[in-house]
């Protein structure tokens, strides 16, 4: 069982529509969460950090980290055609290595 | 956010030949840093994690002799794949932690795609 596990997608959806990305893991020590973005042929970006569980919000993107479940989302809201990208979740425990998701294609169509 | 430079941005060598790398943390200083492969339509994989002042610590299955990695500065590592060959062509990435702004805070660079013939 791989330690975080990520629907590689493709995701397509309209312009202006809400966009959810998930991600589950295994290891309960994980207690950093991040999603990152990264377009083709580029590096990944950082987009959101979350320490432990609960809710963080950042312009029109949300993230959320439910421990109990071992799951984390990340929203989308008035999603857009520059959103179109890989979006990578990661997690680590401690000051130990991230481990990161598979990634999810997204493509938001005009 | 911080600034992680990679060069050269893309590479193409014949097999048999070495590549070296450069990651270059522009505006801070990077006690840490780590070298991730990522394959097409895969997820980054870790290789290697490169400690200023010391000997990197490399991934099972990474064969150190053949990934060279150099921390010799807080802003500088180097990644020097010897010998290459074609199952080594990959995408390349740094990534690099601010010392002085947390242990979350880890940037990544641009990448490096290598394209052994």
């Known amino acids: 069982q791989k330690e975080v596990e990520q629907d590689p997608g493709p995701l397509s959806v309209p312009e202006g529509a809400i966009v959810s990305l998930n991600c589950t893991y295994s290891n309960s020590a994980f207690q950093y969460f991040m999603w990152y973005r990264q377009y083709s042929r580029k590096g990944p970006e950082l987009l959101m950090y979350?320490?432990?569980?609960g809710n963080k919000e950042d312009g029109r993107f949300t993230a959320q980290v439910d421990k109990s479940s071992k799951y984390i989302s990340l929203f989308i809201r008035d999603s857009q055609p520059s959103d179109s990208a890989t979006y990578l979740c990661?997690?680590?425990?401690?000051?130990?290595?991230?481990?990161f998701g598979t990634g999810t294609r997204l493509t938001v169509i005009p | 956010g911080a600034v992680v430079s990679q060069h050269p941005s893309r590479v193409i060598c014949k097999s048999g030949t070495s590549v070296k790398i450069e990651c270059r943390s522009l505006d801070f200083q990077a006690t840490t840093m780590f070298w991730y492969r990522q394959f097409p339509k895969q997820s980054l994989m870790l290789m290697a994690t490169s400690n200023e002042g010391s000997k990197a610590t490399y991934e099972q299955g990474v064969e150190k002799d053949k990934f060279l990695i150099n921390h010799a500065s807080l802003t500088l590592s180097t990644l020097t794949v010897t010998s290459a060959h074609p199952e080594d062509s990959s995408f390349y990435i740094c990534?690099?932690?601010?010392?002085?702004?947390?242990?979350?805070?880890?940037?990544f660079g641009p990448g490096t795609r290598l394209l052994v013939l």
């Open positions: 990661a997690m680590r425990a401690g000051a130990n290595n991230l481990f």
């Open positions: 979350t320490y432990s569980s």
């Open positions: 990534s690099a932690r601010d010392r002085l702004a947390g242990r979350e805070t880890q940037y």
